[in-house]
């Protein structure tokens, strides 16, 4: 619903409601109808009714809503009506303001006040206020100048002039970001050469005909190919693989680094943790059988003479094709002989400083693979990883039955408590997620410890694991591996294994309080379960009051296991936000009026035009575009420049 203004007075006060849900209303009339003022921090009640009297006229400004069958603005901006003089520069502007700033008198009407004082300055002849888009640019895009769309965001004269003063300013912000980011793609591929793979050979031909376990998916089969023309054309690949979870990422680094060994080269795989490193060693063991490719893991854990000779030593002089690692692999003692690829997993949980060690590795940089199972939204990918070549697996391997995914109410605990007995007596597992690890008396949800407890006696008979943050990294995977090897049926864990181990007998993933997780990180703890041949279950439990918002994701995870589906809904949901931290994702920039949600067809423009820009002046000196390559550099002064690192 539209901002509205409507000039009444108060009729009356109330107070509603106890404790956190207590609410001041004032029943307000412009003599046809009645509207409720709301307000819901109890430590501006007072000062409300001091300053806003009865009987006395105001304008009011704010959104409608309706609750209970009845009008009521939330927090609306007031001002009396005498005092309130209506924008002689266009339509009237509306600034957000917290109750904070309205008790020092800082609200809507204040802050139009100082940008009309500085609007009508930014008039005086001697600012300057050139565009840094080229003429010949914004006639192609019909973009109105920069001064204007700057006064029309302020006080435009019509619905159509805000239209068009925030399309440019959108388009702005977006393309100089895409124009940032591929011109640093650009001289990356012009200046950082890589080592030539001409060879597809014994190796790969060898397990492709007679160890690979099934066939291939042509998602996969298509990427290796993507993979392939990258390593042969003498730059350095920087490639970002996408693949939900279960659809055969491991399998195509393997393959990858593979072809790496037939030219001659070693192969690097990093983890972000022990447990996973220990899981993709094992993985790659089975994979390779008896093949000569001689294949180490090196951990924190890995101590002494064993670190020393078969595993540093082999590095350095090439007798180790594969090392497998964590953060272990990045020490100076770690040399190779021939590093000519490195496949980062999950590569958020690595810092980026972290990763340029894997650069000093080598005279001629490593080839980069960055494997992720978060789906990224396209119009985030185009710009968290926009110098990186993108590729997708988006089909799941032949066999795999897609996980059922059920809402239980809280209150149904009988009939999950049955429903995770049945499939524990056919000999599988369980995991069972909360949102917090102990009892909090500000939120009115579930938390492990007492969990854990319950289960425990509901399920006497079981050995059942916990896991959470605030344990120690070696109790943590101490209880993780009891699991993984069968010792313990249940694991009651906190998100701690939202990116974690394979396990194909866990059949069961129970979220409690799912409405408190976004649907990216339900999905995640979703991907834990489905990994075997039998059918898997994921059970979202909430409480029986939600928000439309939260219906609409709780029922977008039953209908769909479509990762990318899931991770676009999202990013409507909730917007961008952090999606993996700034520095680490290399996302050095805040928007400010653009919205990757809901302005896909402006990036995919942006990215387009800053394309064409730079095959029209890729020297960047056409006379026109200075200012516009100026402006780029002054923005850039602020940011980190991480993109020499995948």
């Given at each position: 619903m539209p901002f509205v203004q409507v000039k009444g007075e108060i009729l009356s006060f109330e107070e509603e409601g106890v404790g956190r849900k207590k609410r001041l209303i004032a029943h307000f009339t412009d003599g046809q109808g009645i509207v409720d003022l709301v307000w819901f921090q109890a430590s501006t009640f007072k000062w409300i009714k001091k300053n806003y009297l009865i009987g006395k006229q105001y304008i009011v400004f704010g959104r409608p809503g309706v609750f209970k069958e009845r009008i009521n603005i939330p927090h609306p901006d007031i001002d009396p009506a005498d005092t309130l003089q209506l924008g002689t520069m266009g339509l009237q502007p509306y600034y957000n303001t917290t109750e904070r700033m309205k008790k020092g008198g800082l609200n809507s009407r204040s802050i139009e006040r100082f940008t009309g004082t500085l609007f009508e300055k930014l008039k005086s002849p001697t600012v300057d206020f050139s565009d840094y888009l080229p003429v010949s640019l914004r006639q192609q895009l019909n973009l109105i100048p920069l001064w204007q769309?700057?006064?029309?965001?302020?006080?435009p004269d019509s619905a159509e002039a805000l239209r068009r003063a925030t399309y440019r300013q959108k388009f702005e912000e977006l393309f100089f970001i895409q124009l940032g980011i591929l011109r640093y793609a650009r001289q990356r591929q012009q200046q950082v050469f890589g080592h030539v793979f001409t060879r597809v050979g014994d190796h790969f031909n060898t397990f492709y005909h007679d160890y690979l376990p099934f066939e291939l998916t042509n998602a996969q089969k298509r990427v290796i190919r993507e993979m392939r023309r990258d390593m042969g054309s003498g730059k350095q690949m920087n490639r970002l693989l996408q693949g939900d979870v279960g659809s055969g990422k491991t399998?195509?680094?393997?393959?990858?680094?593979?072809?790496a060994l037939d030219n001659g080269y070693q192969a690097c795989l990093m983890a972000p943790t022990e447990i996973l490193a220990e899981q993709h060693y094992a993985t790659f063991q089975e994979f390779l059988k008896d093949m000569p490719v001689r294949v180490e893991l090196l951990t924190g854990a890995v101590k002494g003479k064993k670190r020393r000779d078969p595993i540093l030593e082999g590095t350095r002089t090439g007798e180790v094709h594969i090392l497998i690692g964590t953060h272990a692999v990045l020490e100076d003692t770690v040399e190779f002989s021939r590093l000519g690829l490195v496949v980062i997993d999950e590569q958020h949980r690595f810092g980026v400083a972290q990763r340029a060690r894997l650069w000093k590795k080598n005279e001629i940089p490593p080839h980069v693979l960055v494997m992720t199972a978060t789906p990224i939204p396209r119009t985030l990918a185009m710009t968290l990883y926009g110098d990186l070549d993108v590729s997708v697996i988006d089909e799941l391997p032949p066999g795999r039955k897609p996980i059922e995914t059920?809402?239980?109410?809280?209150?149904?605990?009988?009939?999950?408590?049955?429903?995770?007995r049945t499939e524990i007596m056919k000999g599988r597992q369980v995991y069972v997620v909360y949102p917090l690890i102990k009892e909090s008396e500000k939120m009115d949800i579930q938390d492990l410890e007492n969990g854990y407890e319950e289960l425990c006696h509901a399920f006497p008979d079981l050995k059942i694991s916990k896991v959470h943050g605030q344990m120690k990294s070696?109790?943590?995977?101490?209880?993780?591996?009891?699991?993984?090897?069968?010792?313990?049926?249940?694991?009651?864990?906190?998100?701690?294994?939202?990116?974690g181990v394979n396990v194909p007998n866990a059949s069961v993933m129970v979220i409690?309080?799912?409405?408190?997780?976004?649907?990216?990180?339900?999905?995640?703890?979703?991907?834990?379960?489905?990994?075997?041949?039998?059918?898997s279950y994921c059970i979202l439990v909430t409480k029986y009051q939600l928000s439309q918002d939260t219906k609409k994701r709780i029922q977008i995870m039953c209908e769909t296991n479509d990762g990318f589906e899931i991770a676009e809904a999202d990013l409507k949901f909730r917007g961008p936000g952090d999606l993996e931290g700034t520095q680490q994702s290399g996302m050095a920039f805040d928007l400010h009026i653009a919205n990757l949600a809901r302005d896909g067809q402006l990036v995919?423009?942006?990215?387009?035009?800053?394309?064409?820009?730079?095959?029209?002046?890729?020297?960047?000196?056409?006379?026109?575009?200075?200012?516009?390559?100026?402006?780029?550099?002054?923005?850039?002064?602020?940011?980190m420049d991480w993109s020499n690192i995948s």
């Open positions: 769309s700057l006064h029309d965001l302020h006080y399998l195509v680094a393997l393959m990858t680094m593979l072809i059920r809402h239980f109410w809280e209150e149904r605990t009988e009939s999950l408590y049955h429903g995770i070696s109790e943590k995977d101490a209880e993780m591996d009891r699991f993984v090897r069968g010792e313990t049926q249940m694991l009651v864990a906190t998100t701690v294994i939202e990116v409690q309080n799912a409405e408190r997780f976004g649907l990216a990180q339900l999905h995640q703890l979703r991907g834990r379960v489905g990994r075997g041949a039998e059918q995919q423009l942006a990215r387009d035009t800053a394309n064409h820009i730079l095959d029209e002046d890729p020297e960047q000196c056409k006379p026109d575009y200075i200012p516009m390559w100026t402006h780029l550099r002054e923005l850039n002064k602020s940011t």
